[in-house]
C-alpha cells in the first residue's frame, strides 16, 4: 500500500485490511513523503499489530514505492491496496483460495463498488461498470485495448511473475497500471476477475489518476497504441487495417499506430458527409460496405460505449470473428 498524504482515509483502509476473515497476511506500507500525520497513524498500527510494516522514504513516486514494496515482500501472492479505499472481509481469502485453485490464472481482480459521486463523476462510474463485466481471461483480453480492464488496488498477482522487483511496474509517460497489464498480457499472463464486490474504490479530487498527466486520455492511447501495434505485428495480421471512425479525434487517436509501423488502408463511418469522401488520400466507406474490402482487418477507434457494442454486434453478424479479424481499440 503507497500512501502520501493520506491522513483522512488511511484509518479505513488498514482496519479493512486488520479485519480481512484470511488472517496470515502483511502488509506492507510505504509512506511516500507524507507530509501531514500519515507516517504517524501507519505507525501506531504498526506498534500494536506486528503484521504491518512500514518503509518510510522520500517522495519518489508511485512507481518507485510499489516496486519497493514488492521487494520487501515475503509472500508468494501479492495484493495491491490504495490508502483510500475498503478492501471487503472476504477479498484476500477469495482470491488466494481462487488462485490456488486456478493454477494457469497468474493476475486476479474483483469486481469493485464506485463510492465518487455517480452524477459528477458520470465517467468514472460508467468506466467502474464497464471494467465490472470483464471477469473472463477471454474478456479481459478481447477487451485490453479499450480501457485498463483491471481497478489497480483490486489487483492480487503471483510473486513468480516480478523477476527483478525494480523492474515490474515501470515509470514514464503513462499509466503504470495500464502498461503492466499490457505488458504481462503480451507475455501471455493470463487474468481473471471474481464476480464478488470486494473492494470499495474511493474517486476524491486529489486522486493522482485526476491530475497526473501520466493519467490523462492521450497518455492512454499512446500506451496502447504501442501494445496494439506490436500484437497486430506478432499475430501474423499481414492484412490492410481499416479504421472504424473518421471523426477527427478518431483519426488523431488512430495516427498513433503510424509511429509503430502500422499503415492504415481506409476508414469506415456511419457520417453521409464523409462516406464516399477520402481524407489524406484515403478512401471512407460505410459499414454496409465492409464485405467488399479484400482481407481487411478492423480496428474500431470509436469509444462511445453503446456504438462500440453496436459495432462488435454488426462485425460478428458478418461473419467476422473478434481478435482475428477485429478489434476494438476505444
Partial sequence: ????????TIDRAVQSIQTQILENWELIIIDDGSEDETFNIIQSYSRTDKRIRIIRQKSLGIVKALNIGIAHASGT??????????S??????????FLNENKEIDVLGTRVRFMGDATHQKGYDSYVEW???L???ESIRKNRFIESPFAHPSVMFR????????????SGHFPEDYDLWLRLIDKGVQMAK?????LDWYDPPERLSRQDLRYSPQAFYETKAK??????????????IWIWGAGRITRKRSSLLLSHGIQISGYIDIDPRKIGGQIKGLQVIRPEDIPHIKNAYIVSYVGNRGAREDIRTFLTELGLTEEKDFILAA
Fill in 1 to 8: 500500500m503507497p500512501v502520501r498524504n493520506s491522513a483522512t
Fill in 77 to 86: 501472492l501479492i495484493a495491491r491496496m490504495d490508502s483510500d479505499d475498503v
Fill in 88 to 97: 471487503h472481509s472476504e477479498r484476500l481469502a477469495s482470491q488466494f483460495s
Fill in 131 to 133: 471494467t465490472n463485466t
Fill in 135 to 137: 471477469l473472463s481471461w
Fill in 159 to 170: 510473486r513468480s511473475l516480478i523477476g527483478d522487483p525494480s523492474l515490474f511496474y515501470r
Fill in 194 to 198: 471474481l464476480p464478488e464486490f470486494l
Fill in 227 to 240: 501494445y496494439l501495434a506490436k500484437w497486430l505485428n506478432l499475430s501474423g495480421i499481414n492484412r490492410p
